[in-house]
Every structure is written in structure tokens, then in C-alpha cells.
């Protein structure tokens, strides 16, 4: 049977993008699969009274069971009541395919959707996103739609070559699909390895300097839809302490590269008020659970080892809120 997100206690984007807009930061929209992020995203966002779009990909939506997902989301609504400080969370499908995942997202219990129809021929994007819009807001569920694409490879998401947001087409998509928010692509990519080591510069301590965004984009889009809701994917910022505590603790991972936080600051300046991080939290959960087995070999109960890597997530979440998106404090 169809349940109303609103049922759940949950809230759309359209309000807190506005004020996102209006107060010059970025709502966080962190992915979660399992209970520990879940818990994490929570309290982290409680304690610093932040808005918060929870995000599910398809992959998490399979991974964690769409049954399990609603109570889950309706769970972390009565949590943060029970915290003392109702924020506003919004449950968003993240990099939704088909015009029927949205559907079916919606009717569980979802209250905003991005339709990525950014790999198809500009027309077959229009169509598609503006098929999700019709129906989504007949439930008053917010869309967030895609020009342009991303590199990375993911679960779900795969490109192996970026092709900047062409700003001359924004105006005409936004018009004629009527989306709530528009994703682009301005140098940012998915995953933990997001440039080549030969497009970076390299520091004195060897530390990998990517690419600045293109802010040059950024600023003509926003010329063209002036006020419109700016999101962006794939703006981990790869934190090399993580990456460090990893590889030293039997992990192989190479060329791992984010985005800088200054970046990410600048952009929840502008029109950005959705800012995308998932790899970030994977890379702290696994430098926490490997620290900790290979200190202590014997343990094996999980809440010894899920705990410390929820706290350290907690942790992070708190530092993106108030040092980065500048969401802290708006709720
Ligand atoms: O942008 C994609 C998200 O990081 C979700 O990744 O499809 O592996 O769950 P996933
Ligand atoms: P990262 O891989 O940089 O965390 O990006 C996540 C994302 O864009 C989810 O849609
Ligand atoms: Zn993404």
C-alpha cells in the first residue's frame, strides 16, 4: 500500500532550498545503506541543528530492503524528536533511472527524486524528467534533474568521461521539465579516485592538488536561471587522514584524490544549495573498522567495531555542517 513521505513525518526540498539560497549555504545530502550511517547522519545533524536530505541510491535501496528503508527514515524523524530538536529530513532517491523506480520510490514513502537522465540525448532527458515531474507533484515530492555528466564509476553510476553542464541549455530544461533543483557538472566526479594523478598538482608532502571547479559555469548558469536551486554530485573531499589510516592498515587504495573544502565553501556561497557526499563516509568507516581489527584481532563482537566507525562518522558530518556547507545552525 502507497505511504505519503508526509505520513513519516518527512519534509520536501522546496523549503529548505530556498533558505539555502537565501542564507548563502548548502543542505547536506549524505548517502546511507545501514543503520550505523543512518544513526550518525542523525546525530550528527541534531547536534549541530542542520537540514538534512537523507539519500538512497537504487543500489542502497536493494542492499537495505525498500521495506526496512521507510521505517527507517520514519525512525530518524521520531530520533531527532526524541534528540530535542526536530530537524527537517528529507528522504531523496539518488540517481533514480527509470520514470518506475520514481514511481515506486515515491509511493514508499520518498519526498523528492532525482530522475538522471543525463547520459540520454538532451530531447530524451526533457521527456523523461518532465514524465517523473508531472507525477511527482501531484504528491507535492520534490525532482532534482541532471545536465551534464559526471566521470566515476560506481555501483549505479558509471561514466568514464565528464562532459561539462552546457549553460545555454539550462534555461530551456528547467522551462520546459519544471524540476525543482538541477544537478550539473562542473569538475567534480564519483568515488574516492576522481582525478589522475597527472591532472593534479603535487605539494612539497606529496599530497595531490586537483583541478579547480568551474566556477566560470557556475556563474554563467547562473546568470541564466538566476535564484534556481544548484546541486552538486561527487563533492567528497577524499580526506587524506582516512586514505593514510587505510593504506596503513592493509589497504590498497590509489590515486585517491576529493574535492577541497574551499571548493565545496565557495560553491554553498553561490546558487549550490545540495551538496552530494557518500565516499567520504565509506572512506571513514573503513579507516575506523581497520584500525581498530588490526589493534585488537580478537574482537569480534560488530558493535565494537561498528560503534567506534559511527562515531568517527559522526564526527565528520558534524565538521562538513559547520566548516563546509555552512548548514549548521538552520534548522
Ligand atoms: O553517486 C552515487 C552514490 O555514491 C551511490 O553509490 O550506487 O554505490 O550506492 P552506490
Ligand atoms: P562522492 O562519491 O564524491 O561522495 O559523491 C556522492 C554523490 O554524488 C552521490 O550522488
Ligand atoms: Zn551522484
Request: hydrophobic share 40%; charged share 25%.
Amino acid at each position: 500500500m502507497a505511504v505519503s513521505y508526509k505520513d513519516l513525518g518527512l519534509v520536501n526540498t522546496r523549503e529548505m532550498f530556498k533558505k539555502a539560497m537565501e542564507g548563502g549555504y548548502a543542505i547536506p545530502a549524505y548517502n546511507f545503506n545501514n543503520m550505523e550511517q543512518l544513526q550518525a547522519i542523525i546525530q550528527a545533524c541534531v547536534e549541530t541543528k542542520s537540514p538534512v536530505i537523507l539519500q538512497v541510491s537504487s543500489g542502497a535501496r536493494k542492499y537495505a530492503n525498500q521495506t526496512l528503508l521507510r521505517y527507517m527514515a520514519e525512525g530518524a524523524v521520531k530520533m531527532a524528536a526524541e534528540m530535542g530538536y526536530p530537524i527537517p529530513i528529507a528522504l531523496h532517491l539518488d540517481h533514480g533511472d527509470t520514470y518506475e523506480l520514481c514511481v515506486s520510490c515515491i509511493e514508499s514513502g520518498f519526498s523528492s527524486v532525482m530522475i538522471d537522465g543525463s547520459h540520454l540525448p538532451y530531447e530524451e532527458n526533457v521527456a523523461l524528467t518532465k514524465k517523473v515531474v508531472e507525477y511527482a507533484h501531484k504528491y507535492d515530492v520534490s525532482v532534482e534533474g541532471e545536465l551534464g555528466v559526471l566521470a566515476g564509476i560506481e555501483d549505479e553510476v558509471s561514466a568514464e568521461k565528464s562532459s561539462y553542464t552546457r549553460p545555454e541549455e539550462v534555461e530551456d530544461f528547467v522551462k520546459k521539465t519544471g524540476v525543482d533543483s538541477l544537478a550539473i557538472s562542473i569538475g567534480t566526479s564519483h568515488g574516492a579516485a576522481k582525478f589522475k594523478p597527472e591532472q593534479c598538482t603535487r605539494t612539497a608532502d606529496g599530497v595531490l592538488i586537483p583541478p579547480p571547479l568551474r566556477f566560470d559555469i557556475l556563474e554563467e548558469i547562473e546568470k541564466r536561471i538566476p535564484g534556481f536551486p544548484i546541486v552538486l554530485h561527487g563533492s567528497s573531499s577524499v580526506p587524506v587522514d582516512a586514505v593514510k589510516i587505510i593504506n596503513s592498515h592493509g589497504g590498497k587504495l590509489k590515486d585517491a584524490v576529493g574535492i577541497p573544502e574551499d571548493q565545496l565553501r565557495k560553491a554553498a556561497s553561490m546558487s549550490v544549495c545540495k551538496i552530494n557526499i557518500d565516499s567520504d563516509g565509506r572512506l571513514w568507516f573503513t579507516a575506523a573498522i581497520r584500525e581498530l581489527f588490526d589493534e585488537k584481532p580478537a574482537e569480534f563482537d560488530p558493535r565494537k567495531y561498528l560503534g567506534p566507525a559511527r562515531s568517527k562518522l559522526v564526527e565528520m558530518y558534524k565538521h562538513k555542517n559547520i566548516n563546509v556547507l555552512g548548514s549548521a545552525g538552520k534548522a
